[in-house]
């Protein structure tokens, strides 16, 4: 099956990886607009398909993307969506948990993780895979391992982390992220929307 992602025409898998949602292509847009003429190593983690890293490559040639999946489906899916745009030179796919498999420090990283409670299923995600929706405990355990390890050293100076939650789009210099930490734990706290 294909769908439209920034308007690009995607490979996809229902129910064996993440389709891409719209609100998703607003993480495309804020990684833009930290992205100049310069060449910069961004890290797609959770890439799922591969259209983040993807699309961001494409608008950007000067970039190269590290995009990395757990699920070897996703994997497969996201290579065969950077060979069909032919940015497959520029988007490597990495099999592996986070940024664990990225080869070195990165200017910029994009994420898209599962961080829905798993003991509060949402009918709108039943047919998707529950590891890229759903995470234990309050579903924040991905995103703040993300930061602990973006803290470690894996985010360049003067990089940025951005991350998709709840819809919207978070952001943080490499120098605060104790307060993306922060912001997280403040929004999970609240109750989500109903629509």
Known sequence: METTFYGIEFLTRPGRVFTPRATTEALVDAALAHIDDAPKKIADVGT??????????????????????????????????????????????????????????????????????????????????????YSAGDGLGPLERLVDICEAGKLAMPGFVLVQYRGEVLEQDCQHLPELRERLSARAAVPAPVD
Do not use: K, M
């Not at 993307?65 to 996201?78: G, H, M, Q, R, Y």
């Not at 520029?90 to 986070?98: C, Q």
């Not at 990283?109 to 929706?133: I, T």
């Open 48 to 133: 799922g398909a591969g259209v983040i890293g993807v699309s961001i490559a494409l608008a950007a040639p000067q970039v190269e993307v590290f995009a990395t999946d757990i699920n070897p489906e996703a994997v497969e899916l996201a290579r065969e969506n950077a060979n069909r745009h032919g940015v497959a030179d520029r988007v490597h796919v990495f099999e592996g948990d986070l940024l664990g498999p990225v080869p070195a420090a990165v200017d910029l990283v994009v994420a898209n993780l599962p961080y829905l409670p798993e003991d509060d299923p949402q009918p709108e995600y039943e047919d998707e895979p529950p590891d890229a929706v």
